[in-house]
């Protein structure tokens, strides 16, 4: 018998009971064992749910009773998710966890823990919800040194573009249904503003490179400036907008950035809509590999978080390894980086235009009072220039 405890008991958490208690003889057999929630942490009552017996408040009950073997950490946040995954590691109970923020502000020391009291610390679903994106990284992509990684990390805000792009849906309506859907963060800054997608590329980019990325140094913009506006030149380009999470490796040093992008048809991740997510991963010997799969909601995130539990139990007394070297990853400016943009500014004159950013690529949306237009290929820095000479609108940059 294993013995399992869930912290939460709120999307996730749940979730993970259901997808447990759902599908318990396959779970076992995968485990080769049986296994049994035997309890669920949450402040919270809850009377007339099939599970209330197994209800405590006190985590020490938890961390005190040496039958439990794996701890399900669905809190969310860094404290208390913190102290108690410590806790649990440091009397070698194997912690299973969805929570990004966490691993990307902790993952290392917790990792480290781990591997001194012979347990695991395993985070398949703090990235892509339910796809398997850690453990193929760890494990299937062992011989490649990777140099590129490119993702549609953040359900919500995929939902929320798919929505304005496809129905000219109204943002903060298609925002209150992600919610509802159990897709959004308790607080949907996270996901808006890109912070979200930001911790997850830093967690695949430590995972990929070896070293750690702080995701406190990854340029980071959100999904807020995007208008309708902006899709209507997307539908005259036959182009979408995805936010993107991207590093890649060049020359001894790594650059990584959370931003909207412009897409074209040709690009892998153009067609990953509403809820998925996406994720591209170039080795140097293999190329590319693509990642695709349901990224946020109860079950597609609960049934990433069982399939650490299985791998967990199949490793009773043993850590599972993880390649997340402590040492910190040098960040290059991600500004120096060479590329086409996206630009709409108030001049209405092609030749001021071109006086500025020389050669573009006129887009006619029907919009009178603003000009959208494609530039050549530059950095950032000669954009900035260049841009500074009119009275930008917007920018978005184009990944090919
Ligand atoms: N809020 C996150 C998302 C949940 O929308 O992708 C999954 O990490």
Known sequence: MVNVAVLGYGTVGSGIVEVIKENQDMVNQKAAAEIDVKYILDLRDFPGDKYEHLVVHDYEQILSDDSVDIICEAMG???????????????????CTSNKELVAVHGPELLEIARQHNCSYLFEASVGGGIPIIRPINSSLTPEKIEAV?????????????????EGSDYEAVLKEAQEKGYAERNPEADIEGYDACRKIAILSSLAYGSTVNYEEVYTEGITKISTKDFKYMKELGATIKLLGMSKAEGGSCYAMVAPFVLFPSHPLYSVSDVFNGILVRGNMLGDTMYYGRGAGKLPTASAVVSDVIECARNIGRSVPCFWNPEKQALSDAADVKRRFFVRVSETDKAKIEDAFGSVEVIDAGLTDETGFITEVMCEKEYKEKAAQLTVVSMLRIEE
Do not use: C
């Open 77 to 95: 946040g860094v404290e208390p998710a913190y102290t108690f995954s410590k806790n649990a590691l440091l009397k070698g109970k194997s912690v």
């Open 150 to 166: 490119t993702g549609i990390l953040n359900g919500t805000t995929n939902y929320i573009l798919t929505k304005m792009e496809k």
